[in-house]
Nanobody, 125 residues
Framework: QVQLVESGGGLVQTGESLRLSCAASGSIFRLDDMGWYRQASGKQRELVAT???????RYADSVKGRFTISRENGKKTVYLQMNSLKPEDTAVYYC???????????????????WGQGTQVTVSS
């Protein structure tokens, strides 16, 4: 199995910054896209940003220009640098990774989604 462990959430004021980290471990034969999603209270989970294993990135319009996603393939770790935080960024942030967890899955091209436990980000006004 694949485990994703997030860290770096917390309580900040409007305009401040936070950096989230997420490390993947376990039986990983191939690690494809990694990303961050968030879920605010009473709302559906939404995409924040993703990064491919060759560094291609994608962002939600609401965070473009403020958030930066990056990854270190050797460490199987993805980061989310969040600047100019706003109260509407308050949510539980979840790390996502698409991976093959066995040799069979890898050679057959199977990728499954794995999720971290979530980390709370609260931005006060």
């Amino acid at each position: 199995q694949v485990q994703l462990v997030e860290s770096g959430g917390g309580l900040v004021q409007t305009g401040e910054s936070l950096r989230l980290s997420c490390a993947a471990s376990g039986s990983i034969f191939r690690l494809d896209d990694m990303g961050w999603y968030r879920q605010a209270s009473g709302k559906q989970r939404e995409l924040v940003a993703t990064v491919s294993n060759i560094g291609s990135t994608r962002y939600a319009d609401s965070v473009k220009g403020r958030f930066t996603i990056s990854r270190e393939n050797g460490k199987k770790t993805v980061y989310l640098q969040m600047n100019s935080l706003k109260p509407e960024d308050t949510a539980v942030y979840y790390c996502n990774g698409r991976a093959s967890a066995s040799y069979y899955e890898m050679v057959s091209g199977q990728l499954k989604d794995y999720w971290g436990q979530g980390t709370q980000v609260t931005v006060s006004s």
